[in-house]
């Protein structure tokens, strides 16, 4: 099993701020997905990100990939209140058939 | 837009007794698995299935857990005897290639052994 530790576990800002959240692995992954996660639902898929020293945007959101494809980042600037929620990482090695280790999750309030 | 469809949404079962999950992949789907998450922990693999097989598999996937297609549409998962460790939402996932191409999940079943 390949970890995948995420930072901070919980974050609590007010609305404007910006944010980081960090999803580190001493493992290479073949691609790591960021999902979403409200309760009672299932993880709601963000981005996909492959290739070493990839960046994403998703309107505020910024994802990157780490160029050694151990590591990835969210940046989240002006957090808003509707940000509030479970952001989870997961990897996907390909000698594993792609099945996906998650992160234990970033739980992020953003207060008005 | 198409999405994985999970029933029920939530299951009460005595302990030792069997209980089937299922789920609706995507349509143009070829790859599907098995999540489960026991409160407040991660999300954790259980089996991978492609072509009437499967793929990988957890430690977790034991001999009393099994996975069927049964028809064009269905992705099962069975626990033969469940033991009240098994309480946790249970998430099914698809997708469309084995490649990066990304995972798509249902909204999951909440399996309560009593």
């Known amino acids: 099993t390949q970890l995948l530790e995420q930072s901070p576990q919980f974050l609590s800002i007010q609305e404007g701020e910006n944010l980081t959240v960090y999803c580190n692995s001493s493992?290479?992954?073949?691609?790591l997905q960021w999902y979403r996660q409200e309760p009672g639902e299932g993880p709601v898929l963000l981005v996909t990100v492959v290739t070493g020293g990839e960046v994403k945007k998703l309107k505020r959101l910024t994802f990157q990939f780490g160029d050694a494809r151990k590591d990835s980042s969210l940046h989240i600037t002006a957090a808003q209140p509707g940000d509030t929620g479970l952001y989870l990482c997961?990897?996907?090695?390909?000698?594993?058939?792609?099945?996906?280790?998650f992160g234990k999750g970033t739980s992020l309030l953003v207060t008005p | 837009e198409p999405e994985v469809t999970q029933t029920p949404s939530h299951q009460v079962t005595q302990m030792g007794q069997e209980v089937i999950l299922r789920c609706v992949p995507i349509s143009n789907h070829l790859y599907f698995y098995w999540y489960r998450q026991i409160l407040g922990q991660k999300v954790e693999f259980l089996v991978s299935f492609y072509n009437n097989e499967i793929s990988e598999k957890s430690e977790i996937f034991d001999d009393q857990f099994s996975v069927e297609r049964p028809d064009g549409s269905n992705f099962t998962l069975k626990i033969r005897s469940t033991k009240l460790e098994d309480s946790a939402m249970y998430f099914c996932?698809?997708?469309?290639?084995?490649?990066?191409?990304?995972?798509?999940f249902g909204d999951g079943t909440r399996l309560s052994i009593l």
């Open positions: 996932a698809s997708k469309v290639a084995n490649s990066n191409q990304p995972q798509h």
């Open positions: 493992s290479v992954f073949s691609s």
């Open positions: 997961a990897g996907a090695r390909a000698n594993s058939g792609y099945a996906l280790n």
